[in-house]
């Protein structure tokens, strides 16, 4: 983009040029892109109702269990004690955040009071003297302070002794089966309310006219809130016994998709399970989900308490969702951010076309393999798409010599001797673009025969013609003349038209014609400016830089090339000799840039 000049360049558009290809084989390819992503855009746009406003949940839960469980509890010498009957204020537990916890099995010591008594036996409790026991060590896994006494624990077992409750818990397995078993037929009630607030809409899980005996089955009553314990594990695959043992953690999962708007509204809770502990037990260090709790009391005016180890099943219920509503800026970002995937067709086709584009075909010798038959038409594409263009080096410098296809480029920064001797890079001939000569009038197209002169354009014989005393060492054609420029501007303008020796291309009737016709420039001269006046003084100037732009192009073709493009000495000084300037002086070439 050109920079501001002035106010007018502000107020200014600009667009791309495009090259419209008539190609069934390409027009089909795009076709089927464009209907793809259409296709894919259209389905993600109402299959993720990509055109609302979404908004996360807030929620709250509630939950209430219930149920009734009869316990069988073993104390020593495997007596069995009377039945004991549990209820919702026995086995749940308050907890913070969405979770309750229900109690399946558990340990009890009781009659415990605060004493002197031996610790229970480990590795690391037992002694034989009092040596073995620091009075005032209280070791973090301990159950007391320790006296410095070894006591007898039961018969020839000494432990140390501590301060604290007694008699010490002691370290159990887990009652198998889990006591609270029953546990598995017991009900909660989750209560959940949610709140958009973005879209003023408030609702709730259990609906108008629900029926309260209802139970939740995945497939029969997918919405019912009030769920059997024992299903939610047999929905991850667990068995309640077993988890019942030793405890663990499940999550109860409420999904909200809520579509609020008015002419497809659908908020309903979508629930699953997923069990959040480590299943396997046997492997775990800590197993399960246990805690412990005291249920105090006095006796004979002493305080006594029950130690409870509590085995359970701790439920997290986690609530996540949003809601979306239909929203016209949405829709406008989803439409607009789309609309880029249509140029994938492009890219695609350019890939085709610049792939399939092979360097022999680049060259423009299609006979030269049987693999350029079927990408000429990508050839075509490509030369009618792309126009490449030279870096604009003030430095760099194109010749082009008659006898050889190729131009070459060479930079001037790394010369040091004349052109005629440099060797530079190859740069491929561009072709021709002979749709100007359409605009030329017959007279120009084909001028009247000359008495004596053969009809067909002869060409350029490669015989040199006799070469003149005062020729440079470096003309091969024997038409070039000395540089009258300084001594470190010489090298520019030793160049000859040909590599090696032969016949000079002034001579040639292209040339005549071209190059040297009066007539021919007058008319593009006024071609370009239809009210120039060529008055006898700047009617050779003009003539002469015309001649020069009429060689450049011939030879050059490309008009990247024909700016930084050298002549040859011979030909520069034919050009000077038709077009001369009165003072005989010439400053030789300049770069336009």
């Known amino acids: 983009m050109p920079a501001c000049c002035n106010w007018n360049d502000v107020f200014q558009y600009e667009t791309n040029k495009v090259t419209r290809i008539q190609s069934m084989n390409y027009g089909t390819i795009k076709w089927v892109c464009h209907m793809i992503v259409f296709s894919y855009v259209s389905f993600a ?14 929620s709250s839960v509630h939950t209430k269990v219930k149920g009734i469980a009869e316990v069988k509890e073993i104390v020593e010498n495997g007596v069995k004690s009377a039945r004991s009957i549990f209820d919702t204020a026995d086995y749940t537990f308050p907890l913070q955040g969405n979770s309750f916890f229900v109690m399946t099995n558990f340990l009890k010591t009781e009659g415990q009071e605060q004493g002197l008594c031996p610790e229970y036996p480990t590795r690391r409790t037992l002694c ?30 000494k432990t140390c002794e501590v301060s604290a409750w007694c008699p010490i818990e002691a370290a159990q397995e887990a009652p198998r089966p889990a006591l609270l078993n029953s546990a598995e037929n017991f009900t909660v009630l989750i209560k959940n309310n949610i709140d958009f607030p973005g879209h003023n809409y408030t609702t709730r899980n259990i609906l108008p006219g629900l029926n309260i005996t209802c139970t939740f089955h995945k497939t029969h009553n997918p919405l019912c809130p009030i769920f059997r314990l024992g299903d939610l594990f047999r929905e991850t695959g667990d068995n309640f016994s077993d988890v019942a043992i030793q405890g663990g953690i499940m999550g109860i999962e409420i999904y909200w998709d809520c ?19 480590d299943k396997s037990t046997n492997e775990s260090l800590y197993p399960g989900y246990n805690f412990r709790y005291a249920k105090y009391y006095r006796e004979n005016n002493v305080e006594k308490r029950t130690l409870i180890k509590v085995f359970g099943i701790r439920f997290d219920i986690l609530v996540f ?29 350019d890939f085709l076309i610049n792939t399939y584009s092979s360097n022999c075909c680049r060259s423009h010798v299609y006979p030269c393999c049987k693999c350029c038959e079927p990408c000429a038409a990508n050839e075509y594409y490509y030369r009618k798409k792309c126009e490449s263009v030279m870096e604009s080096k003030p430095t760099l410098k194109y010749v082009s010599f008659v006898d050889e296809s190729n131009i070459w480029m060479v930079d001037q920064q790394l010369l040091g001797k004349s ?12 072709l021709m673009d002979f749709t100007g000569l359409s605009r030329l009038p017959p007279s120009l197209h084909d001028p009247q025969a000359v008495p004596e002169e053969p009809d067909e354009m002869q ?7 006799p070469r003149p005393t005062n020729s440079p060492d470096w003309c091969q054609c024997g038409s070039c003349l000395p540089s009258q420029l300084p001594q470190s501007r010489r090298p520019m303008e030793e160049l000859c038209c040909r590599r090696k020796p032969g016949a000079c291309i002034t001579t040639s009737e292209p040339f005549r014609r071209l ?15 239809p009210l120039l006046e060529l008055d006898a003084e700047s009617a050779n100037s003009r003539l002469r830089h015309c001649a020069y732009r009429c060689y450049t192009t011939w030879r050059f073709g490309s008009q990247d090339l024909a700016d930084f493009a050298i002549l040859p000495s011979c030909c520069r000084w034919r050009i000077r000799r038709e077009f001369p300037r009165s003072k005989g002086q010439y400053s030789g070439f300049k770069s336009p840039y």
């Not at 509503?325 to 086709?349: E, M, N, P, R, W």
């Open 515 to 529: 190059v040297l016709s009066r007539r021919v420039l007058q008319f593009l001269l006024l071609y370009q400016e």
């Open 128 to 157: 034989s003297s009092d040596r073995g026991c620091r009075k005032g060590w209280m070791d973090p896994q301990s159950k007391g302070v320790q006296t410095g006494r070894c006591a007898a624990y039961k018969g020839n077992q």
């Open 459 to 465: 060409l350029l014989t490669a015989e040199a013609s």
């Open 259 to 277: 579509n609020l708007d008015r002419w497809f509204h659908h908020c309903r809770p979508k629930y699953s399970f997923r069990r959040l502990d």
């Open 419 to 430: 052109l005629q001797d440099v060797k530079g890079q190859e740069v491929p001939r561009p």
């Open 321 to 349: 969702g949003t809601g979306g509503k239909f929203d016209i800026i949405q829709l406008v970002v989803y439409v607009g951010s789309t609309l880029s995937y249509f140029g994938l067709a492009t890219v695609f086709i």
């Open 45 to 58: 746009l109402m299959s993720d109702k990509l055109y609302q406003r979404k908004e996360p949940v807030i």
